[in-house]
């Protein structure tokens, strides 16, 4: 049964930073791309960042060189660091897996920047 898990959301001033986790589990993780998603309500959930199995990196212009994902395979974990944040950024953050065909993903953190 495949499960993620993220953590680490909250309330946050702009220009501040939050680091969000997800602990997978039921998948072979070493081999998986990981992403970050993010909804706010009435809009469509939108991709933030992406990994690889090999490291290998994309993300969504809007949080170019102030969001880094990463992956930590002897943890089974993906990270998100979100520096220097907008109120923009406020949202609810997945953690997603593509996995044998479907798409997994966790329950989400909430990310709230206050301006």
């Known amino acids: 049964q495949v499960q993620l898990v993220e953590s680490g959301g909250g309330l946050v001033q702009a220009g501040g930073c939050l680091r969000l986790s997800c602990a997978a589990s039921g998948i072979i993780f070493n081999i998986n791309a990981m992403g970050w998603y993010r909804q706010t309500p009435g809009k469509q959930r939108e991709l933030v960042a992406l990994?690889?199995?090999?490291?290998?990196?994309t993300y969504a212009d809007s949080v170019k060189g102030r969001f880094t994902i990463s992956r930590d395979n002897s943890k089974n974990t993906v990270y998100l660091q979100m520096n220097s944040l907008k109120p923009e950024d406020t949202a609810v953050y997945y953690c997603?897996?593509?996995?044998?065909?479907?798409?997994?993903w966790g329950k989400g953190t909430l990310v709230t920047v206050s301006s």
């Open positions: 997603n897996a593509p996995y044998v065909g479907l798409d997994y």
């Open positions: 990994i690889s199995s090999g490291g290998r990196t």
